[in-house]
Structure formats: C-alpha cells, structure tokens
C-alpha cells in the first residue's frame, strides 16, 4: 500500500534498526573452527615476513603467553605483541622461519590446537660455522625451537583466547631439552591426532 505523498517525508525520518543476535557466550559450529584452522596455517608461516591476520579474533580478546611469561589483553596489544616479535626475530636472526607442525579443531571445547616450530640461525653460529652461509647447507641445519598453541573460538567464530606454551627446544643437535608439563599436553594432542586417524578409518570401513 503505497502512503499519500504529504506522509512520505515522515515515512524516510523513521529510523531503520538492524538487530544481530550474539553468540559470544555459546560454542563455535564446526565450520567456525575449520576456518580459523584453515586462516592459522595459511598464515603463521607467514609470521616473519608479512603481517599476520587478525580477522578472526575478538576485540577483547586475551593472549596468555606461558613462553614470555606476559598476557595482553585486546586485539591492538595482540597486534602489537606479535608484532614485536616478528620484527626482533628479522633484526636479531640472520635467517628465521616458521613452520606449522599440525593443526586440530576439537569441536567438544570449541578450541583449536595446533603445534608450530620456529626454524633459526643465531649470528654466533653463523660466526663459528660460516658454511651457514650457503643456503641449501643452512636449511638442513637450522636450529629450532616447537611451541604449542590453543585458541579458544566463540559462538560467532571469534578467538576470545590465545595461549602459547613451548613443547621442546634444540640446544645443540644431540641435545633437546622438554619442558614437562608441555609436553604432556603434546602427547595428549598428539593421542587426539591418532583417535581422530582411527575414526576417519573406521567411518571408511563402514
């Protein structure tokens, strides 16, 4: 029904309201956590070279970093964390790279696990062995360091939480040293790999 022409000025002044429903406080659907797992390995090999991706996370959210023993709260200080990492690691590292090891969606804790490796050469080596300097020489023998990550989504697909936590480290080749309590939560992730492996299996078999 169209409104005779002397009500339509005050038609265009009402205004129009959009509602969204909020899902922060609810779990992620499984199609959320295959994103975000899909953005983390497309991107964090990425972490030294261009800047990371940040469109998954919330605002507010909150990075627990167990590796520096410091926590940020809010996207800008995330930003900026990594950020600063990133940058120190091309200043102080004549050659660093990552790598992401495995990545896992547990769709029961709405998180995503995955287990990542930071590949190096410290100037000291590359001092005391200058056959670094060839690149295919160095790429066989890059020290390196595993981290282990766990990032919690929300109901609308959001990472509200962020914890990093080193699994293991090489000193020297013939030496690694664990740190316990990591590793533990990396034989555990790595259980939840194989149990995922049987079932794909099994569903097959059916």
């Known amino acids: 029904m ?18 969204s429903i909020d899902f922060s406080h609810e779990k992620p659907a499984p199609h959320q956590l295959e994103h975000v797992t899909t953005r983390l390995v497309e991107t964090v090999p990425l972490m030294f070279r261009h800047r990371m991706d940040y469109t998954f996370y ?4 909150l990075c627990d970093d167990q590796i520096f023993s410091v926590q940020k709260r809010g ?34 804790e709405g998180t995503v696990r995955f287990r990542w490796r ?4 410290s100037f000291l080596r590359l001092l005391t062995n200058p056959r670094l300097l060839r ?28 914890t990093l936590q080193k699994v293991c480290f090489q000193v020297f080749p013939q030496f690694i040293i664990f740190v316990p309590d990591a ?3 990396a034989e555990e992730f790595d259980n939840l790999d194989n149990r995922e492996v049987e079932g794909e299996a099994c569903a097959e078999d059916c």
């Open 183 to 185: 590793t533990r939560r």
């Open 135 to 162: 690149f295919d020489y160095r790429v066989q023998n890059l020290s390196w360091f595993d981290g282990y990550s766990v990032l919690t989504v929300d109901g609308n697909g959001d990472v509200f939480k962020v």
């Open 75 to 108: 996207i800008e200080q995330l930003m900026s964390h990594f950020g600063m990492i990133g940058t120190l690691g091309q200043v102080f590292l004549p050659h660093v790279e990552m790598e992401v090891l495995s990545a896992v969606p547990v769709i029961d």
């Open 2 to 19: 169209l409104l005779p022409s002397r009500f339509t000025p005050l038609a265009r002044a009402i205004p129009y309201r959009c509602f």
């Open 58 to 61: 919330r605002k507010d959210v």
């Open 118 to 121: 930071v590949k190096y050469v």
